[in-house]
């Protein structure tokens, strides 16, 4: 082994000559790159191989280095380097990628077209890596029919993946567009094309309806579909199959609200191609209300042809998203919030508003000033989604918006209609709300009934709460009396705890019978993994004036019993740092 990389190191002698001759390197400069190669090389040659040990090696044999400054053995070498490692760690997509990226910077073309069938070789269950391929081919090396080649031979190993379909598609239909520019540069140079072939096929895209045909009597659904037709969408000669795609869609996926929303969005596009460069303000208004109008009607003709959540779902998201266009024409902006609102009403009236969107109509009902509107929708959306906390608390939170009366029969009614499982913000909304509007006596009693109204684990935030307004409000004696009532029902948080010894610890008369208890009570929910918990009772005994360092030794052994696995070493690390001072 020691020969083979001292013979390696030789090998490198002339060229790091080379590169002190030309003034880049130093001879100590040199020696040290010597020192480090060896050191690398020495790492990559043991029986143990590690995939790190070569990344750093060819990270630092030069893979930063500017292209004038890098010779073809560092070159070769690095590409030696990563065969080797690929060699051992072939599924490792990661290495492949970082040598392709290699291959790229360096404009390494023969090398990476070996790459790329090796990686495909080994890695064929990749549809991506495949894609990668074909481009390079097709958009560095010109070559359309390896990129072709390539294609076909991914779609044998997944011929039902759409996305390779998407890509062949557009590669066909960027060769059509190159060969068509070729072809139109010949004639105005009024050349023979005789000894050039353009075939008609290609030049019409004729080959991306091919790849189209076949591609959708494998693949169900409209995804595809609309994928491609965007696709040909942005080449100026695919008339006929884009055409071909909205009867495909029309006839085979009428009732997919996909294909409603985007036919109806439609009209949006055909407006913009049919108007004129010299139009008047007033005249751009008119059109794009036109526009929208048509966008609307093909809408209104889809929620008849397909009655559903999703259907109505398209077309509110067409609204609100022409609503919150920018625009200076005041009679369009009231147009769109009236066509808005409607189309919210009527799919509220259909029973197929999805329960996500009513907080998006109250929005706009309480931004339009709508009041009366927006609390009768608020009422409607609990009745129908009675069980639902998040239009519970919608409601309540336009009620308490608008100071209704009603806040706290709403509150009781929410209470009524919903499990205790996941009331939690409901019942944080009550309390937050009574604290700034209702007596310390009504807010202390919903803290109470809180309680007992969320589960075990939600009454844990409940009872953090209710300790920290207890202090705000009615001071240190209140709080102690009402931190021992809380003791008494399990479960705790340990942030609950915290806070009283918090609170504490602010007195002016801190006692540490009070604090020794607290730590007690804490250690006896949390002592088993709480390592802190523990060093922060011996910092107190240490510190406080009526603290007993002599405690200490007992709060030490306590916490060495009741700790478990690494939680001992933290806290024994941890301890000495404590008794040296340095904690």
Known sequence: MAERIEQRLEDRVPELEQLERVGLFTRKEIKAVLRRASALEYKIQRRALRKEDFINYIQRTGYSFKKDEIEISILHRIHSLFNRAIGKWKEDVQLWLSHVAFCKQWNAKHQLSRVFSSMLAIHPNKPALWIMAAKWEMETRLSSENARHLFLRALRFHPE?????????RMELMNAEKQRKEKKELERAKMDLGEFSYSEEILNGEMARIIYRDAAQKIKGVEFHLAVLSIAKLFDF????????????????ADDPRTWDYMARRELELGSLQSTEHTTKQTKVSEMTQR??????????????????DMWKYYITFCLERYNRKTNSEELKRKRLERTLSVFNKAHE?????????????????????????TEVAEAATKRFSLSVETWQMRLQVLIQLKSDDVTQCFEEAIKHVKSKGTLPIWTLWVEWSEGTKSKE????????SLHGTTHAESVTMKEKYLDWTYRNSGYKKVRRVFT??????????DFFRKMIQIEKEQESCKMLHLREYYERALREFGSTESDLWLDYIKEELSHPQ???????????????MLQGELVEDFVSKYTLLQTGHL
């Not at 199959?241 to 009867?247: G, N, S, V, Y």
């Not at 929208?292 to 959540?309: H, N, Y």
Request: charged share 25%; proline share 5%; net charge negative.
């Open 547 to 561: 603290g007993k360092p002599e405690n200490c030794g007992s709060i030490h052994w306590r916490a060495m019993k």
């Open 238 to 253: 695919t008339q006929d199959l884009q055409k071909e795609i909205l009867e495909s869609l029309q006839t085979t996926f």
């Open 485 to 494: 009532s809380l003791c008494e029902n399990r479960p705790f948080s340990l």
């Open 442 to 449: 009504d807010t202390e009693a919903v803290y109470q009934r």
């Open 292 to 309: 929208e109008e048509r966008c609307s009607a093909v809408f209104e003709e889809a929620v008849k042809a397909v009655p559903a959540e």
């Open 350 to 374: 259909s029973s197929l508003l999805p329960e996500a969107l009513y907080k998006q109509w109250l929005q706009l009902l309480l931004e339009s000033n709508l009041f009366e509107k927006a």
């Open 161 to 169: 993946c759409p996305k390779l379909y998407q890509e062949y598609v």
